[in-house]
């Protein structure tokens, strides 16, 4: 509760670490205005530095290198995880359509609310809370952050024409619309430096109507602005539908380059070996495997995770209970 790292997180992660491996966190919240989802931690106060600590030590005693992913969800949130019951903010004051649902801490889904747009004036905090929280994680011991820029939350919600309806200087042109993005990312790497620094985006993914009219081309802008800062870059998508995107963005950025999502071991492979992918990373799978490196090293058969044990509050069940290899199977 509060956005606390709960006591689970350090066998969780600790299962998943190898020597030399990168994992990145989960979603890990910049402000007590940025969570949408149950039990969402945060990194904007002391006490959750404290309790991060323990959960990278439990990383660094295995020889893994741990990056925290800082997230604001922004308008793809409900009054209930707002402070003071406030309206989620965003870029815009145009709701998330009905056809997606928010899971709610009763365990029942809603409908998302009417965001508030920021007024100009507020969003230097917005990027303020995002530099703080990345020097918060160095603090914590975390070795690096990655910029959580995908999937319609905050960051996306500025980037994509298809939300960012503003007439401000952060809305209309592409620099205009990128410009949230590249001011929290300098403001990041002016305090961590930019080998600590990662940005996520997904141009061409429309989750919680994240569309853009032109995604090759914020691709590519986004692209030439994290150029000159030399951040490590990671667009996020189905490994199929994106692959003609992913390789035109990989031939331009000049960074490492991280893909992301539905790889499979195979598909994996073939992207770092073709060198469309410095490299590939898993999610779902890892939190069903926590031997998934081992997994992949072997080609062994993979645990299938349960997807509605997801956001539930039991620390062990769907969580840390998931077998390794030559274990008994976990009952769920």
């Known amino acids: 509760m509060g956005g606390l790292p709960g006591p689970a997180l350090a066998e969780y992660y600790s299962q998943r670490a190898t020597q030399g491996g990168l994992l990145i966190s989960e979603g890990t919240v910049v402000s007590p205005a940025g969570p949408g989802f149950p039990h969402v931690p945060g990194i904007y106060n002391q006490e959750q530095i404290d309790g991060w600590k323990k959960v990278v030590d439990a990383v660094h005693a295995k020889g893994g290198i741990f990056f925290c992913q800082l997230w604001h969800v922004g308008r793809a949130s409900h009054q209930v995880y707002q402070p003071d019951g406030a309206a989620p903010i965003s870029s815009t004051d145009k709701p998330i359509s009905a056809r997606w649902k928010i899971l709610l801490p009763d365990g029942s889904y809603g409908t998302y609310p009417t965001p508030r747009r920021l007024a100009t004036l507020e969003i230097p905090d917005i990027v303020e809370q995002y530099r703080q929280a990345a020097i918060n994680a160095i603090e914590a011991g975390f070795d690096g952050i990655e910029i959580h820029g995908a999937h319609g939350y905050i960051i996306d919600q500025f980037l994509k024409d298809g939300i960012n309806d503003r007439t401000d200087e952060y809305g209309g042109s592409l620099t205009n619309r990128c410009k949230f993005l590249l001011e929290v990312t300098r403001a990041v790497v002016s305090a961590i430096r930019a080998e600590r620094t990662a940005v996520r985006v997904s141009p061409a993914i429309d989750h919680l109507d994240a569309y853009d009219s032109n995604p090759m081309q914020l691709g590519m802008a986004v692209v030439e602005r994290l150029n000159a800062l030399q951040t490590e870059s990671g667009p996020h998508g189905s490994a199929e539908e994106e692959s003609r995107l992913m390789r035109t963005l990989r031939g331009a950025y000049r960074g490492t380059f991280m893909c992301s999502g539905g790889y499979t071991r195979e598909l994996g492979l073939e992207a770092v070996e073709?060198?469309?992918?410095?490299?590939?990373?898993?999610?779902?799978?890892?939190?069903?495997?926590?031997?998934?490196?081992?997994?992949?090293?072997?080609?062994?058969?993979?645990?299938?995770?349960?997807?509605?044990?997801?956001?539930?509050?039991?620390?062990?069940?769907?969580?840390?209970?998931?077998?390794?290899?030559?274990?008994?199977?976990?009952?769920?």
């Open 274 to 332: 073709s060198g469309d992918a410095d490299l590939v990373s898993f999610g779902r799978l890892f939190i069903s495997n926590p031997d998934l490196v081992e997994r992949l090293r072997l080609n062994a058969g993979l645990n299938k995770y349960v997807r509605k044990t997801f956001y539930t509050p039991d620390p062990v069940v769907g969580y840390t209970d998931y077998p390794f290899l030559g274990k008994p199977k976990a009952r769920m």
